[in-house]
């Protein structure tokens, strides 16, 4: 039987959702708050004398999963290519491959200091392992400490993890390290770059080859979903200029979603399904959500991200898909090239560049004016020696005010009574990264909505609330 189900947010997880839905038969109405849909995973094309895309940062698509990586074939049809992913870090004048590869660090790392890790990490295994001091796995900085030694944490992940969030890496959660750094210590490093992985043991970390748009840059996957919806027949929308703005319910039955941004309307249907952030939805429950929640929602924060574009008069300025500049003294934390993920993202004599600044919503960095960004954004790139002066023709600013979700050492206290209240709605399921408060790739946001879908269709479990949380999916 026939039933209609409303999504709220137009990224990966809710029209991946969607998709499946509308190939089971069923009636979807997607809400997307901006004018565009894919969420983080957006681009933006400028298609006039010269060809231009944007993203929001890097996004490359890649899976273990041959089921995954075709079905987002068949979505992309013709369009696409395939890419080889470089990463690399710049300090001390140099380019370090991220993740560390071992002899890459052996060659490039002043020779004092790398005898100094070298020691450290010794000695930090020595205390831990005769529990002479104790290093628990409670923040990021003591479990990379644990793991690298203090020389090691300090220059590779403690400086950048404190750049990118905003705060201490001493009041981070652990459990961003554990998601996040797949190489699990030095010795690990050591043994899984030094020596050839056997087949289908590469890290996910260390997997290079990735598939990519070849026009439209990332959104186009998004965009290819929006139209499988509405072109499924089965009378599905997908609303863009459309934010939720109150959830109403009858108990714990969720009756329709207000909507809209001038004029209101109410839509009905029969199953919900969220992809929004899920403070947002506790938030805009009619009646409230208990006191309690709602404080507990307030108490969970975002990075947001201020994305600075720059038109460059050169083919190439590395053939790096991103880079990341971890030292204190520049603004931009990481730098990509989406030349280097498709060829034809820009024209072939000039390049592109998107530089990142994180930051809260409100800062001085949000509300810094256009003109000073592109100046931080372009002296930075300067002092590095990626870029020369006068080189650049041009310059865009765009922002996401709800970029990654903040793992303090608090944020399972604030999280499970919201995620516990939402999940007692009966008739709404939370998924995605916003919807779960889940920092997750690419593909964790489609199967997590894939699977979602076809349990809506058919009823049966299938671990949907399970994606990214196990090292399967972070490994």
Known sequence: MSKHVVILGGGLAGLSCGYELVQCGHRVTVLEREPHVGGMASSFIEDGEEYWTQDFGPHRFHSQDANLIGHVRDILGDNVVTAQRLSRIVLFNKFFDYPLVMKNVLTSMPRWLLVKALLD???VRFLDSTKLRKYDDVSFESWTTRRFGRTLYKIFFGQYTEKAWKMSPSQ???????????????????????????KGETPRTLV????????????????????????????????TNAPAVKIHRDGMHVTGIEYGKHERQ??????????????????????????????????LEYVAIVFVYLKLNRPQVSPDSWVYLPEKHLTVHRISEFKNFSPYCAPKDKTLICAEITCRRGDEIWRASKDKLIELAEKDLMSVGL???GEVLGA????????????????????????????????????????????????????????????????????????????????
């Open 266 to 299: 109410v839509i009905e249907a029969d199953e919900y399904v969220n992809t929004i952030p899920v403070t947002a939805l506790a938030k805009c429950l009619a009646p409230k959500a208990p006191e309690s929640v709602i404080k507990a929602a307030d108490s």
């Open 396 to 475: 865009t600013i765009r922002k996401i005010p709800f970029a990654y979700p903040v793992y303090d050492l608090e944020y399972k206290k604030h999280l499970q009574p919201v995620i516990e209240y939402v999940s007692g709605l009966t008739n709404l399921k939370t998924t995605g990264r916003q919807g779960n408060f889940r920092y997750n790739n690419m593909d964790q946001s489609v199967e997590m909505g894939r699977k979602l879908g076809q349990e809506l269709c058919t009823g049966e479990e299938t671990g949907h609330a399970a994606v990214a949380t196990g090292q399967e999916y972070f490994g």
């Open 387 to 389: 870029i020369g002066k």
């Open 172 to 198: 981070i959660s652990a459990d961003w390290a554990s998601q996040r750094i797949t190489l699990l210590s030095l010795w690990d490093t050591i043994k899984k770059t030094m020596a050839k992985p056997k």
């Open 208 to 239: 290079t080859e990735f598939i990519y748009p070849k026009y439209g840059g990332i959104g186009e996957l998004p965009r290819g979903y929006a139209r499988r919806i509405e072109e499924s027949g089965t009378g599905s929308r997908v609303l």
């Open 121 to 123: 990490y010794a000695w």
